[in-house]
């Protein structure tokens, strides 16, 4: 006996008993229910190429039933329908059927044409149908390549990159509750599976993605990836990154070019993740399926072999230094191959696997040991062999010693083994020569063997690091990407792995779709008509893979002495003859048998079945290999030999088989998915040319029949897909029932059957919203088409448990609410007492160490606590009490004062140390620097102040004695000697030697000096004395002659000229000597000229306060003993006030003025900078720098704009160029930017690991997400700014994604950016950060691009703009934009293109405007936005402001006082326009005001509240509360009485003294509870009576303790089923003549409707122009006119004369739906007329609202009546308003 409930249905729309398939098969595409043709209908029609198409009934001719297709080229015009794709489909193909066939066709119905996301939500299912909404979703202009079967997914391959990936999706499907709320995408199934993960149960999850070659796996299974990655965030390790840069691995190394795919995975993976308790990824492994092997040596035409060779050889002159690679017309195994694959750059493929062996761990020693390997293989089929006596040799050693090299082994090793075969008989060994063919043979086994064991290798170090510190087991998540069933003219061993797997995943699919089901129906009790069926396969899969089965033959044949594949297919068809899925040619002879697998037919060719099937390497592999020099294949060898020694180990009797192994894999496989949640994700391949836009029938059905996808369809649309257990059921969902009865539910004693009926009869209102009956006469045989009860289970259809799971959140959400109150009150209850706490520690910190109280060195730290260390020690206790209070939710009490504190006394221990550090000093600046900062900080008590002040005077006299000491010595000048002993003496040096600073040795100095100027006085004197003996003997001579000659006269002639030459030499020496002396101003040498020159510099850089200089000028005066003491004096005083932050703060205090009274501003400005650079290098004075930032950056960018626009690659003023470099170079200094130590940094690698943050990482590339934004975005940009930095990751390669992913993300960042200026400036220092030291040129390159974009499409604010555009001059210098001449073209172009962006922008003050918002619930909120924004983005702030979780459903209404209207205004309009029109508008009607309302777009019939948004419920129901008593007219009074005694029980506190003194009647009460006609149209007391007792009728019934979002759902759903529920209404007249200056629909639009109409629905023949009246009996009546999601209606204002109050007034709607009689084709409004362009039967004397009745009495009559196309005109003030609100419905669906 089964018990069920009935009328269970919740819309009309839901499917009637009796429309289901019929029993059997799937029919072609038949009517479940023969019925005659009607002409004018449309069938689905078989067509030879396009599979069905949807035609219209035209007639018959004789035994032929003629059809023309309503699809084509020109089917839609203007605003019609949705831009399609041309196609190839003919426009009105005339097609004939048999009568007899046409009979049986389907009917077309408006949702089966129109591509619904569900195929399962369509009434009735055919063939027809399914392909239909396939090709109709892949052909739109935006094709919707995904399409749901329930929960299964049909992803078809677009061939192009489209922009449904971006961050913005996947952030909609992480947050989304169901997944089936969003439309199909790959990512609802990522959702569902990390649901899975995350329910309590803790299921597995499993991601099965099948699919024929280029039907797109490969990048599904990476989408699915990513998003999974990403919602599993917060693992550690990287593993996210790890996981996904497994792809370019396996790729390159996996994946090759084939005639049906140019990047084809030729091997199958399980990718399993480990998934924690917290639901973050602990670890993964890989395990691979079936590589083949044979494409290594070789490829079909229009093939090319593995991408990896091709990657290396495109890459080859990078590795040229490593290894000798040549063009792939050098490589036998590739040279007769597609060198190139369209789509793949196998240049950035290359870059893509570096990166990838990078982060998994791969030296960069093992990833050139890889390459070797793989360029090895290559080079092995150069090898050639040549006959050579019995054996073979080598025809040369050049390719045989190039294979030695690469492989790192000796070639005369390598070469043995291709020559020698060695035979093992009974333990003895011998060798035997090779024939050529064997050679080759041996020569291709080994090339398969390394490349093969090489792919292991990578394996197994893949999961090494995937897996490291992860657990063994646990919870998991896995994707299964494996090759699809294949049938090619010679099928192999491959084939048959390839295809038996398939039949397991196919097993599987029928065992969790079809079997698992039906076995529940029967055991259950619950009958099911013939129609749920499905083709079982476990014969196939016993036939292949089971102990007597095909593989098991051919496993102990490979056993068999002198076997072949000939005894084998022997053995096959004697054991398998009688096999139903076997197939024996009727030709025998070919080595060919058959199998009629799940997919269809396939014939395997048994040639090298054997042989393929062994699975032992040669002998002589582990040997040569392990004495390789390469770690990469000693692993190899030592793994082959490992392998060896097990299979030889005793016990062993069955020979290991590649067979074996793949099905002991593929069982394991198996397994795992049995113990996991499947997901399916079906890939269907569009058409063979792998082009976008092309849609091949045939193709497409062939696939969705051998997925199953149809019999998935037909088996969901008749079944239950969910069973839940009775005691589960009640679990899950008790708490959608009050409280009241779930305590019934705990106090019973039933059984669980009873007490889900208790439940469910206790939720009906609830969910159902309608009764419960019960049919039969036991009351247990209850029909219900969507919810059964089976002996231990409820079996529900996904509407109704759709509708549990949303009340259940519902539910849940008010709990939920509850815990977090009392959450939230415990936590910050603990944080006020920790606050006590830490601010108690504060205090006594405070109390200890109560510095800095008043002026004096006695005040200071130092003189306290005596030590620096004891300085640190104590401000290392502040910072921990710091920390803790930076945690709290209050404020630090007096935090600015002691943060002050804290920063002097950090700097009074980094003075005290450093005076203690310049004890020995020997520069007497940098002393004087450190003195004048312990001046500054008061702490001149110290004895090594005085100390070093002594130390800086002595420096300052010795360092120029000393060195004019030197110099005089050198030159040997003893007046220079002298005038040093003067100064010696002057200083008493000579007197007190210890007064030398011995770091100068002066002292040795000195008496090298002394010595040496008495060295040089005895010289003198020595030569003195020579010369005075010189003359003495030359008088004494010419004494002697004298006498001797005293009586000869004689006459000595003298030169008078030599006499002149040598008075003019002395005389030139003497004076030469008086101008030296005269000349050396300074002891050191220095001259006069030079002097000034360094006086000059001196005063150069006081007048700017240029430290540096001043420093550098400062030292060469102190050193060259400048006499000049004025200057210098001032010069010296100034370098030590620039150490004072007193100082600085009153000199820029004077550089502020000098630049507001605009004196010298080009030195004031130098000032600034130089000033600004000081405060900042002492760490002082920051609200006076912040200050005069402001001021300079405000100055400056004039300056800079004029510098830089238009010569950005010419010269430049240097003084403004080194002006602007100063004042912008810095990102820092931009006043927008976060203060880092606000910033919260970047996020980390691990849990519970604080991630980089700080001032040296805020602005400097990095690849993990940032906490916060960096810019001063606001609250509700926050979100943004962190997702846009996620995508700028994802673009430059900092995160790994898949092609497609990584696609849209650039457009995605730019929009993002031109969204707000905001934004904009945020996104610029994002792009800025991410170029700045970025290691990857690969990463560079891409950010370029970025930035070019961004320079092409928006400008940050005037602000920035200065700091970008220094940022691009400097890029220019980069080594790493010089080395690329791309990214230095995109660097160049930036500047340009920037340079002309901003020349057009004005610098226009977008202040801030706060504007205050009404809420539709009558409160308001305050927002504070730019005036330039947008209405979109003012929804975005008040939406994150509200907590709102789906601002799209969100818009704006213009209300204005004294209108009773509601305006919708458009997502694009700006702020301050809207105000100055708004203000304009005051002026104008003398006080009329207008204000923005916030409310939903529009209330949609199907929606429901939504516990994750609380805000989002209460201002949905106060909307729908508020169009209930704005009701254009009385409706049902009992219904209109339900909702209001409803909305009294809800509010009953607030009318409590209403009800009980009875007077309900009171004046505005019942406003709050009925709509204003039905007050009008009935008295207030008959209202009140009978709402009074109504109340107390129910209120016996009612749960106190029922949540209140409970009970406004309750009412919501209520007035869901009002006529005109969610509509926009206002009220009109029609009109039959219309001015000409007020038609919007002009007449040449209206002629273009007409003529598409008749060419698609009237066989060409165009109606005349004619106006549809919408009541012929009153013409020109008065409407109200309603428009919503599904069309338009009129709705007569008031009721005919007679009527009842509450009766339903005339009524008419025109819909969107295409196929309606009645439709909305046109629309147009100017002034005060709005237009209507719809269809509906031609008029023929009567309305055709009547015609139509009547033509549904007479069927033969309503064939005869043809929908033409008519205009409606009405006369309302807003006509705009309406035209407008019916295109944004339009567009909405």
């Given at each position: 006996d089964n018990s069920a409930l009935s009328n269970l249905l919740l819309t009309s729309s839901a499917v009637a008993a009796g429309h289901r398939p019929r029993s059997g098969s799937w029919p072609v595409a038949c009517s479940p229910v023969a019925m005659p043709l009607a002409v004018n209908n449309q069938y689905w029609v078989p067509h030879g190429e396009h599979g069905f198409l949807p035609c219209t009934y035209t007639g018959a001719k004789g035994d032929m039933a003629e059809f023309v297709s309503t699809l084509g080229d020109g089917q839609e015009i203007g605003g019609m329908g949705e831009a399609a794709v041309a196609t190839d489909i003919k426009a009105s193909e005339k097609i004939s059927v048999k009568l007899t066939e046409a009979q049986d066709l389907a009917s077309v119905s408006d949702a089966q044409l129109e591509g619904v996301d569900n195929i399962c939500s369509l009434e009735e299912v055919t063939k027809a149908s399914v392909l239909h909404t396939v090709r109709t979703r892949y052909l739109r202009g935006s094709p919707q390549v995904y399409t749901r079967v329930a929960r299964i997914m049909i992803a078809v391959n677009p061939f192009k990159s489209l922009p449904i990936y971006t961050s913005q999706v996947m952030k909609a499907y992480m947050e989304a509750g169901d997944s089936m709320e969003l439309p199909p995408h790959l990512y609802a199934i990522g959702a569902d599976a990390v649901a899975g993960l995350r329910r309590e149960e803790r299921e597995n999850q499993a991601v099965l993605i099948s699919g024929e070659s280029g039907a797109g796996k490969t990048e599904s299974t990476k989408l699915v990836l990513s998003y999974v990655s990403e919602a599993l965030d917060g693992s550690t390790g990287g593993i996210q990154d790890k996981i996904m840069q497994t792809n370019p691995v396996l790729e390159s190394f996996g994946n090759a070019m084939t005639v049906r795919n140019n990047n084809s995975s030729r091997f199958g993976k399980w990718l399993q993740m480990t998934v924690s308790s917290a639901c973050t990824i602990q670890g993964c492994c890989v395990v691979d399926y079936l590589l083949e092997l044979t494409r290594v040596v070789k490829q079909g035409a229009k093939e090319r072999n593995y991408h990896v060779f091709f990657q290396l050889i495109e890459v080859k002159d990078q590795l040229k230094e490593y290894m000798t690679i040549h063009e792939p017309s050098h490589y036998r195994y590739i040279k007769d191959s597609q060198y190139k694959a369209p789509g793949v750059d196998d240049k950035q493929f290359f870059e893509e696997l570096r990166e990838a062996f990078t982060t998994l761990g791969f030296s960069f020693e093992t990833q050139l040991e890889i390459f070797k390997v793989v360029i090895g293989v290559l080079t092995l089929g150069n090898l050639e062999f040549i006959p050579d006596g019995e054996g073979c040799k080598l025809k040369d050693d050049e390719a045989i010693n190039a294979c030695a090299t690469l492989f790192g082994i000796q070639a005369d090793a390598l070469k043995k083994m291709l020559l020698v075969r060695l035979i093992k008989v009974a333990g003895d060994v011998t060798e035997a020569l090779r024939s050529p063919a064997q050679a080759e043979q041996a020569r291709d086994s080994l090339a398969r063997l390394l490349y093969g064991r090489l792919f292991k290798y990578l394996i197994v170090k893949i999961n090494r690091q995937l897996s490291e510190g992860a657990p063994a087991d646990g919870q998991y998540f896995g994707v299964l990407d494996i090759a699809g069933f294949e049938s090619f003219e010679i099928n192999s061993i491959e084939q048959l792995f390839i295809n038996l797997s398939n039949e397991h995943l196919q097993a599987h699919f029928n065992n969790h779709i079809f079997k698992m089901e039906l076995d529940d129906y029967k055991a259950e009790g619950i009958a099911v008509g013939e129609g749920l069926q499905y083709q079982d396969n476990s014969d196939i899969i016993a036939l292949l893979d089971s102990k007597s089965s095909i593989l098991a033959v051919l496993d102990e044949e490979v056993s068999v002495p002198k076997a072949t594949d000939d005894t084998f297919l022997g053995k096959v068809f004697k054991t398998f003859e009688k096999h139903t899925r076997i197939i024996i040619p009727k030709i025998k002879g070919k080595g060919q048998f058959g199998v009629s697998h799940f997919a269809g037919p396939v014939t395997y060719t048994v040639t090298g079945f054997l042989e393929k099937n062994i699975d032992k390497p040669p002998d002589e592999a582990p040997d040569l290999l392990t004495t390789s020099s390469h770690g990469v294949l000693k692993d190899i060898g030592e793994t082959i030999a490992a392998e060896i020694k097990e299979a030889q180990a005793p016990g062993k009797k069955k020979v290991k088989t590649v067979s074996s192994s793949f099905r002991a894999s593929l069982a394991e496989l198996v397994k795992k998915l049995n113990m996991a949640e499947p997901h399916f994700i079906r890939c269907i391949k569009p058409n063979q040319q792998k082009v976008p836009n092309k849609f091949t029938a045939g193709i497409v059905i062939d696939q969705l029949t051998c997925s199953g996808v149809f019999e998935a369809v037909r088996i969901r649309q008749s079944g239950y897909p969910t069973r839940v257990a009775f005691k589960e059921f009640l679990s899950r969902y008790r708490t959608v029932a009050s409280k009241g009865v779930q305590r019934k539910l705990k106090a019973s004693t039933e059984s669980d059957g009873e007490k889900v009926k208790m439940f469910l009869e206790a939720i009906r209102e609830l969910i159902f919203g309608e009764d419960l009956e019960e049919s039969g006469s036991n009351g247990k045989n209850v029909s219900s088409n969507d919810l059964i009860l089976g002996k231990t289970k409820v079996f529900a259809r996904t509407k109704v448990m759709t509708e549990l799971d949303r009340a259940r959140e519902l539910s849940l959400s008010i709990y939920v609410v509850d815990i977090q109150r009392v959450y939230r009150g415990f936590i910050v209850r603990k944080m006020m007492r920790g606050c006590k706490v830490v601010f108690a520690e504060l205090s006594a910190w405070r109390k200890l160490h109560s510095y800095y109280a008043a002026h004096g060195p006695e005040h200071s730290a130092i003189a306290k606590l005596q030590t620096a260390d004891a300085i640190d020690d104590a401000v290392a206790k502040l910072d921990v009490i710091l920390e803790k209070a930076q945690k709290l939710p209050l404020d630090i009490p007096q935090g600015k004062e002691i943060e002050k504190q804290r920063h002097r006394m950090e700097q009074e221990a980094q003075t005290v140390r450093h005076l203690l550090e310049l004890v020995d000093s020997i520069q007497p600046l940098e002393i004087d620097k450190v003195l004048a900062r312990a001046k500054d900080l008061d702490i001149t008590a110290l004895p090594e102040v005085e100390q070093l002040k002594a130390r800086s005077e002595a420096l300052k006299v010795q360092v120029p004695l000393i060195k004019g000491i030197e110099n005089a010595i050198a030159e040997k000048d003893l007046e220079d000697m002298e005038e040093c002993m003067v100064a010696v003496k002057k200083n008493g040096y000579n007197q007190r030697p210890e007064n030398w600073l011995k770091e100068l040795k002066g002292e040795q100095a000195y008496n090298l000096l002394y010595t040496t100027m008495e060295q040089l006085k005895e010289e003198q004197k020595q030569e003195e004395k020579r010369r005075k003996q010189e003359e003495d003997e030359k008088a004494q001579k010419a004494k002697y002659e004298e006498k001797s000659t005293a009586n000869v006269q004689t006459f000595e002639m003298v030169d008078p000229e030599e006499e002149k030459r040598k008075k003019e030499e002395e005389e030139k020496k003497r004076k030469a000597k008086e101008e030296k002396k005269k000349r050396k101003s300074t002891i050191t040498g220095l001259d006069e000229k030079e002097q000034s020159k360094i006086l000059l510099d001196l005063i150069s850089a006081m007048e700017t306060y240029d430290l540096p200089r001043l420093e550098e000028a400062l030292q060469k005066a102190h050193n060259e003993g400048v006499q000049e003491q004025e200057t210098k004096q001032d010069a010296q005083a100034l370098f030590s006030n620039m150490e004072s932050e007193d100082f600085l703060i009153e000199k820029l205090e004077e550089q502020e003025d000098m630049l507001e009274k605009k004196i010298d501003e080009n030195r004031a400005l130098k000032s600034m900078q130089n000033l600004i650079n000081q405060a900042v290098k002492l760490e002082v004075a920051e609200s006076a720098v912040e200050r005069a930032k402001k001021v300079l950056q405000g100055r400056v960018r004039d300056r800079a704009r004029k510098t830089v626009h238009g010569r950005i690659h010419e010269e430049i003023d240097v003084d403004y160029a080194d002006l602007?470099?100063?004042?912008?170079?810095?990102?820092?200094?931009?006043?927008?930017?976060?203060?880092?130590?606000?910033?919260?940094?970047?996020?980390?690698?691990?849990?519970?690991?604080?991630?980089?943050?700080?001032?040296?990482?805020?602005?400097?590339?990095?690849?993990?997400?940032?906490?916060?934004?960096?810019?001063?975005?606001?609250?509700?940009?926050?979100?943004?700014?962190?997702?846009?930095?996620?995508?700028?990751?994802?673009?430059?390669?900092?995160?790994?994604?898949?092609?497609?992913?990584?696609?849209?993300?650039?457009?995605?960042?730019?929009?993002?950016?031109?969204?707000?200026?905001?934004?904009?400036?945020?996104?610029?220092?994002?792009?800025?950060?991410?170029?700045?030291?970025?290691?990857?040129?690969?990463?560079?390159?891409?950010?370029?691009?970025?930035?070019?974009?961004?320079?092409?499409?928006?400008?940050?604010?005037?602000?920035?703009?200065?700091?970008?555009?220094?940022?691009?001059?400097?890029?220019?210098?980069?080594?790493?934009?010089?080395?690329?001449?791309?990214?230095?073209?995109?660097?160049?172009?930036?500047?340009?293109?920037?340079?002309?962006?901003?020349?057009?922008?004005?610098?226009?003050?977008?202040?801030?405007?706060?504007?205050?918002?009404?809420?539709?619930?009558?409160?308001?909120?305050?927002?504070?936005?730019?005036?330039?924004?947008?209405?979109?983005?003012?929804?975005?702030?008040?939406?994150?402001?509200?907590?709102?979780?789906?601002?799209?459903?969100?818009?704006?209404?213009?209300?204005?006082?004294?209108?009773?209207?509601?305006?919708?205004?458009?997502?694009?309009?700006?702020?301050?326009?809207?105000?100055?029109?708004?203000?304009?508008?005051?002026?104008?009607?003398?006080?009329?005001?207008?204000?923005?309302?916030?409310?939903?777009?529009?209330?949609?019939?199907?929606?429901?509240?939504?516990?994750?948004?609380?805000?989002?419920?209460?201002?949905?129901?106060?909307?729908?509360?508020?169009?209930?008593?704005?009701?254009?007219?009385?409706?049902?009074?009992?219904?209109?009485?339900?909702?209001?005694?409803?909305?009294?029980?809800?509010?009953?506190?607030?009318?409590?003294?209403?009800?009980?003194?009875?007077?309900?009647?009171?004046?505005?009460?019942?406003?709050?509870?009925?709509?204003?006609?039905?007050?009008?149209?009935?008295?207030?007391?008959?209202?009140?009576?009978?709402?009074?007792?109504?109340?107390?009728?129910?209120?016996?019934?009612?749960?106190?303790?029922?949540?209140?979002?409970?009970?406004?759902?309750?009412?919501?759903?209520?007035?869901?089923?009002?006529?005109?529920?969610?509509?926009?209404?206002?009220?009109?007249?029609?009109?039959?003549?219309?001015?000409?200056d007020k038609i919007s629909v002009k007449e040449k639009r209206y002629d273009q409707a007409r003529q598409w109409w008749a060419e698609k629905y009237n066989s060409g023949q165009m109606a005349d122009r004619q106006v549809c009246t919408i009541n012929s009996k009153n013409p020109e009546g008065e409407y109200w006119i309603a428009v919503d999601f599904f069309g338009v209606r009129f709705i007569a204002e008031g009721r005919p004369t007679g009527a009842a109050p509450d009766a339903m007034p005339y009524y008419r709607g025109f819909l969107f739906n295409e196929d309606h009689i009645e439709r909305v084709l046109m629309w147009g409004a100017r002034t005060n007329i709005l237009q209507l362009v719809v269809t509906t039967l031609e008029n023929k004397g009567q309305t055709s609202k009547d015609q139509a009745e009547a033509g549904a009495d007479e069927p033969e009559k309503k064939e005869q009546l043809k929908r033409v196309p008519m205009m409606i005109s009405m006369s309302t003030p807003a006509a705009v308003d309406i035209a407008y609100a019916i295109q944004t419905m339009y567009q909405l669906r």
């Open positions: 602007v470099d100063s004042a912008f170079e810095n990102l820092l200094d931009y006043q927008g930017l976060k203060s880092p130590a606000v910033w919260k940094g970047h996020k980390s690698w691990a849990f519970f690991v604080k991630g980089d943050s700080g001032a040296e990482v805020m602005l400097k590339h990095h690849k993990m997400d940032i906490r916060d934004s960096l810019t001063q975005v606001g609250p509700a940009f926050e979100a943004q700014a962190t997702l846009a930095f996620h995508n700028i990751l994802g673009w430059m390669y900092d995160r790994p994604l898949p092609s497609q992913g990584r696609s849209e993300l650039m457009k995605e960042v730019e929009a993002m950016a031109e969204r707000d200026d905001r934004m904009a400036n945020e996104i610029y220092v994002q792009v800025m950060k991410q170029l700045t030291d970025n290691p990857s040129p690969r990463s560079a390159a891409a950010g370029w691009k970025l930035m070019l974009g961004l320079c092409q499409t928006v400008a940050p604010s005037p602000d920035l703009q200065p700091f970008v555009h220094v940022f691009l001059m400097k890029a220019l210098s980069h080594d790493y934009v010089k080395r690329d001449a791309e990214v230095e073209t995109d660097v160049k172009q930036c500047s340009l293109d920037f340079n002309e962006m901003t020349n057009k922008t004005k610098e226009v003050a977008d202040t801030d405007v706060q504007l205050q918002v009404h809420l539709i619930d009558g409160s308001t909120r305050k927002v504070k936005v730019k005036g330039s924004a947008e209405l979109g983005h003012l929804g975005e702030i008040l939406a994150d402001q509200l907590k709102i979780n789906k601002p799209a459903d969100f818009c704006f209404f213009q209300v204005t006082s004294g209108l009773d209207s509601h305006r919708l205004l458009p997502e694009n309009a700006v702020v301050s326009q809207l105000l100055a029109k708004w203000k304009k508008l005051k002026e104008m009607t003398q006080g009329r005001v207008s204000h923005f309302l916030y409310k939903r777009k529009f209330l949609r019939l199907d929606e429901h509240l939504t516990g994750s948004s609380p805000m989002h419920a209460q201002l949905t129901y106060k909307q729908a509360l508020y169009d209930f008593l704005h009701y254009p007219y009385c409706e049902n009074l009992p219904f209109l009485y339900e909702i209001g005694v409803r909305v009294l029980w809800m509010e009953r506190t607030h009318f409590r003294d209403e009800i009980e003194n009875k007077k309900l009647d009171n004046p505005g009460v019942l406003e709050l509870l009925l709509p204003e006609p039905a007050i009008k149209a009935y008295p207030r007391k008959k209202l009140a009576y009978e709402i009074h007792q109504l109340y107390l009728k129910i209120q016996k019934h009612m749960d106190e303790t029922e949540a209140r979002l409970v009970t406004q759902q309750r009412i919501f759903k209520l007035m869901q089923r009002m006529k005109v529920f969610g509509c926009y209404l206002w009220l009109g007249r029609q009109v039959m003549d219309v001015p000409a």
